[in-house]
């Protein structure tokens, strides 16, 4: 019997270094995307078959070192630790070489087993480099394979050598090549007091190599500090000592001393083996990033490509989504006509079949040309240029550039803005932003303002709700950026070169985000759907109508049939103008709601609940409790301001 | 040692230097209130003594002596003022009139002590304006208040924030503000103390600046670009 052979390998690196790219490359189909246990940082898996083995890739997230700072830090430090993988791969930016390294040199601190993916060798070779891969290799002491990876080029190299990797160890070879890691040295002071440190760490049962250890504990870490004065207190004595005398020598911190070096080291390595054949040219990206980061014809340009990415966006949304809407319509009245009006067959469609049709007809249209769009943006390198432009505008709502995309995105739709927010590289940024989103009026939201507001009560009042609905979204985003925990984070990011987005990477990354987004709203669309049709048939909804009048009636001024629209709305929010014509018996709202009860009306719409499709995508991107919390919120948030708007106009408008 | 009404001088041709003009007769009067004529007085015994450039009808600007002298004064009426407000609890214009009265006497391992314990605050309560950094011999906050004070050494060359630098200028990283954690961030992207930078760009209405450092390209919100400070070849 052959036994089935696994090898387990990571891919780590920088962000924006390619390493999803080699990802998708590698796994193709094949993979499952989720979140870190008990963490909102994703998580994405794959496996492939290579020359009889089975490989788990796992993609780590992209970061640029491996303290303890940030989620995605710790994730990484954790699983390289804990999971031991058979191989890490280490991809990195072959033209940004040295800030790649400085994470590299830390990789082989841990000893752990691993080869360096040298990526994007021809923006590199475009930048007027040549890298030595030999040299880098010798320097180093570890396996490294130039790739492509958009091209494909070198992966199948990559593959072997992970073979090549894992045989070795398996048949206990020791490494031949006498390393040159070696070499990887800090000054001399440094190195006798990690020697000092090492000596008090060698008989701790820990998993993590000693010397890895003392480097952590004179960097000041404070996850290896109290996983080590636990077994050994006494060291942490020593180690504030050490800390001390370093401090002396250098008149710096030991730990900045450490990654000072580190670079320095990262700067030798690239000194011995990469060389500048020509000096960059001033080429078209150079002329055309000078052009889009700049001023007035930056803003000029950005407001031309995000005009030309929303009208793309919602034409083609709004002709699928009607063109699906009728298909199905039409398929609704083929199979009345077969089944005619039995329950089963209404709960069956109502519940199940409509909960599926909602999903597809409002969500994909939109989200499919979004997530093509917004991946071309993110590949070419433009994404970064609006962030970098849009960033004063942000922290008024005490965001940063990057959430400029997802909140204008919001006006359209929701769903694919909450979506959107995972560019955000904090959890705190990103639960600021998403919950923020939430806030802005949909497309359907407005047809709704418009339709009712606008059209009875006067132009005037719908645009002054939109503005009411803006200083809201100011007014919260400032409270929830003083009331959540951690740090604030300046925009820090990396402005990368400009680059032709491919066809097959774009198709690539949008539907694994589509696939992402289809397994987990859907379901909750068809529950919310089923909840809802069951009520209907079972004729709960009166009851639930009266026991609703209670705030409808009472605290927000409207008649008690509203109270079922606004449940429907939560389907989809157009529904709660369709609804109410229906309920009502009439399209003429002005013969059956006052014009005081059309403002507060369009208030509790505008802000009461994010639609299903969005708890769904709000679910997915901040985990079941905050969806919860953010839709009560909201909820409660809404009928008080219903309320209070209808107080204040009482005196006012009839 | 300067004589105080030297130093209030070039505290407020600071200030208004720091706007991006030279200060004028008229509004140094204004601000210092006394009368034009002993401004202009002033304003030429300053630049005999090498503090100021001024040009009649042009206005003045500070030295690199001056600017030493402005900047540490202007630092201490800040310190001093956040510590009166935030701690003592006075009032805005009471914390403004005694710091004015105080910044004069305070010594320099006062001032440290008080950066301290205020938390190492950035911004005065004047408009937020910035406090500019101390001239303490460390690299980060975290060092400095690791150290005892009596430890405290001066810095021979003035850094300043790498959002002064111009585009295309290259400075040497001296030393970073704040906490830990943003220090930390900085450094792992490689903007460590001696690093070299570039100002490649910066965005309008107070964005970011873009920079190039260690052969990368990274975008740096105001906020924390202004907690790094650099060293530049004109020593200014």
Known sequence: MIEEKHIKVALAGNANVGKSVIFNELTGLHQHIGNWPGKTVEKAEGTLIFRGFVVDVIDLPGIYSLSTFSIEEQVTRQYITEQKPDAVINVIDAAVLERNLFFTLQLIEMKTPMLVALNQMDMAEKKGVKISVDELEKQLGIPIIPTIAVKGIGLTRLLETIIEVYDKRKNGVKETKKIAVEDIKYGREIEERVLILESYLTELELPYPSRWLAIKLLEDDPEIKSLVYKLKPQVDEIVKALINEIFEIHGESASNVITAERYGVAHRIVERSMKIITPPRVGLEVRLDALSSRGFPGYLIMVGVVSLLFFSIFTFGDYTSELLYDLFLSIRTAMESVFGTNVLFQFFWYGIIEGVIAGITIALPYIIPFYIGLSVLEDSGYLARIAFLMDFAMHKIGLHGKAFIPMMLSFGCNVPACLGCRIMESKREKTIATFLTTLVPCAATTTIILGLVGKYVGLTWALGLYVFDLAIIIILGRFVFRLLPGEPMGLIMEIPSYRMPTLKITVQKTWFKLKGFVFQAVPLIVIGNIVLTSLDLLGALPIIEQVFSLITVRWLGLPSIVGISFIFGVLRKELTLIMLASLMGTSNFASVLTLRQMIVYGVVTMLYIPCMATIAALVRELGYKNAIFITAFELAFAILLGGLVNLLLISFVP | ?236
Not at chain 2, 144 to 158: F, G, Q, T
Not at chain 2, 183 to 192: A, P
Request: aromatic share 4%; charged share 30%; net charge neutral.
């Open chain 2, 1 to 236: 040692m300067e004589s105080e009404n030297v130093q209030e001088y070039l505290e407020a041709i600071y200030t208004i230097n720091e706007g991006g003009k030279s200060a004028e007769t008229v509004e140094l009067a204004n601000m210092l209130n006394v009368k034009p004529p002993s401004v202009t007085e002033m304003l030429k015994r300053l630049t005999e003594e090498g503090y100021v450039d001024y040009e009649p009808y042009k206005g003045a600007k500070l030295t690199e002596s001056g600017l030493r002298i402005a900047v540490k004064i202007t630092r201490k009426h800040g310190i001093v003022e956040r510590f009166l407000h935030d701690i003592l609890k006075l009032e805005r214009e009471e914390a403004h009139q005694q710091a004015c009265l105080m910044e004069h006497s305070l010594g320099d391992k006062a001032e440290a002590a008080l950066c301290r314990l205020l938390g190492r605050p950035e911004k005065s309560l004047n408009n937020d304006k910035p406090i500019p950094p101390c001239d303490v011999q460390v690299s980060n906050c975290i060092e400095c208040e690791e150290m005892a004070l009596n430890d405290i050494k001066k810095r021979i060359r003035r850094p300043k924030a790498i959002t002064s630098l111009k585009r295309g200028q290259v400075g040497v990283i001296a030393f970073i503000r704040g906490g830990r954690q943003g220090v930390k961030r900085l450094s792992d992207l490689g903007l460590t103390v001696g690093a070299q930078v570039t100002l490649l760009n910066s965005a309008p209405f107070g964005g970011p600046i873009e920079i190039s450092v260690r052969g990368s390209k990274l975008a740096i919100g105001r906020g924390l670009a202004n907690k790094v400070f650099v060293e530049t070849n004109d020593g200014l």
